[in-house]
């Protein structure tokens, strides 16, 4: 049956077993943190485990690094299409008009 206008059905957008997988991992959250912290700091762990465990845990305080990749400064291209073929020239049409479409 749809929903009536204004009606809704599932406030918190979250429902079924993805929504309790969720609502269970929210509430186990500050204990597994906890844990990760412990295995972090144990000098007794292996180093592996630390690490994984100290990247997870400045990831959610800090945020993951965002990697960017600079190519220097953009020189214009230009292009003799006339000398392109028809599959080329068909592919280069999909690209731009994709790339349009995502702006």
Known sequence: ?????????????????????????????????????????????????????????LGRAFGRIKTEVSLGEAQPVTLDASQLTDRELEILHKLATTKQADE
Do not use: H, T
């Open 1 to 57: 049956m749809p929903a009536r206008k204004g009606e809704v059905r599932n406030p918190n957008g979250l429902s079924g077993r993805y929504g309790e997988v969720v609502r269970l991992a929210r509430q186990a959250a500050p204990e597994v943190m906890q844990a990760l912290i412990e295995i972090a700091l144990d000098r007794n762990q292996d180093s592996r485990a630390r690490i994984v465990a100290m990247q997870e845990i």
